[in-house]
């Protein structure tokens, strides 16, 4: 089996910076992308940061500039460096990996428990 536990989430004020990190464990014999979702109360979940294993970065245009996404490698783990963050910022935060599992012949989505991100005025 494969778990994802982020950290990172917490209170700050607006302008402040926070970074999340999640890290993969298990049975992962390749991972091929991993990438940050967030889901604001009354709002769907959506896409702010995706990184693909050839380093291909895509981002929201709504934090381009703002947010970087970063992985390292031989831990499994993905980050989201968030600065300047603001109000509509808030939302709690999921991390989602596209791996290979060993014995596996498809690659799966997993996505982690969420973390609570709220950023004050």
């Known amino acids: 089996q494969v778990q994802l536990v982020e950290s990172g989430g917490g209170l700050v004020q607006a302008g402040g910076s926070l970074r999340l990190s999640c890290a993969a464990s298990?049975?992962?014999?390749?991972?091929?992308?991993m990438g940050w979702y967030r889901q604001a109360p009354g709002k769907q979940r959506e896409l702010v940061a995706g990184?693909?294993?050839?380093?291909?970065?895509n981002y929201a245009d709504s934090v381009k500039g703002r947010f970087t996404i970063s992985r390292e490698n031989a831990k499994n783990t993905v980050y989201l460096r968030m600065n300047s963050l603001k109000p509509e910022d808030t939302a709690v935060y999921y991390c989602?990996?596209?791996?290979?599992?060993?014995?596996?012949?498809?690659?799966?989505?997993?996505w982690g428990q969420g973390t609570q991100v709220t950023v004050s005025s």
């Open positions: 990184l693909t294993s050839g380093g291909t970065t």
């Open positions: 298990g049975s992962i014999l390749r991972i091929n992308a």
């Open positions: 989602n990996v596209r791996l290979l599992r060993h014995g596996k012949w498809t690659p799966e989505d997993y």
